[in-house]
């Protein structure tokens, strides 16, 4: 008969492992490979708070398939969407083909990340 702690200890690297096969493989940030495919380098940004979010306006540039593109573009986030960095790109992938898309900020924990939803103004 196994003991409880032999038992706890298996359970736990069965689900480490099944909890990796369902996040997927991840590159040295955490991000599961080919998730965001996309980048957004942002240039100007504006918000402010609401109760749950922040929220605002800004430009910046979209980086898909080697080509790029000026965006002008709304924003609803959980942390501060900055910008001014030309070095910092942020990973992204569209929810919405050419109208919304979902940008990682930053990591808050190995399975929680800080997000972004960008409305892109036509």
């Known amino acids: 008969m196994l003991s409880r702690r ?7 690297c069965v689900s480490c492992c099944i909890g ?3 996040v997927g493989q991840q590159d040295g940030t955490g991000i599961p ?4 495919p996309l980048g957004v380098q ?18 910046g540039t ?5 080509n790029s593109q000026v965006i002008t573009f709304t924003h609803h986030c959980d942390d501060p969407l900055l910008g001014n960095d030309p070095s910092k790109v ?7 083909q050419g109208s919304t898309l979902r940008v990682m900020l930053h990591q808050r924990s190995a ?5 972004c939803e960008l409305t892109i103004d036509k």
């Open 111 to 115: 399975r929680k990340f800080s997000e």
């Open 33 to 36: 490979v080919g998730a965001y």
């Open 42 to 59: 942002v240039s100007h940004t504006e918000w402010a708070h609401t109760p749950t979010r922040l929220i605002g306006h800004g430009t």
């Open 90 to 96: 942020f990973p992204a992938r569209w929810i919405v």
């Open 6 to 12: 032999t038992l706890f200890i298996s359970m736990f």
């Open 62 to 66: 979209l980086q898909q398939g080697g």
């Open 20 to 22: 990796d096969r369902l």
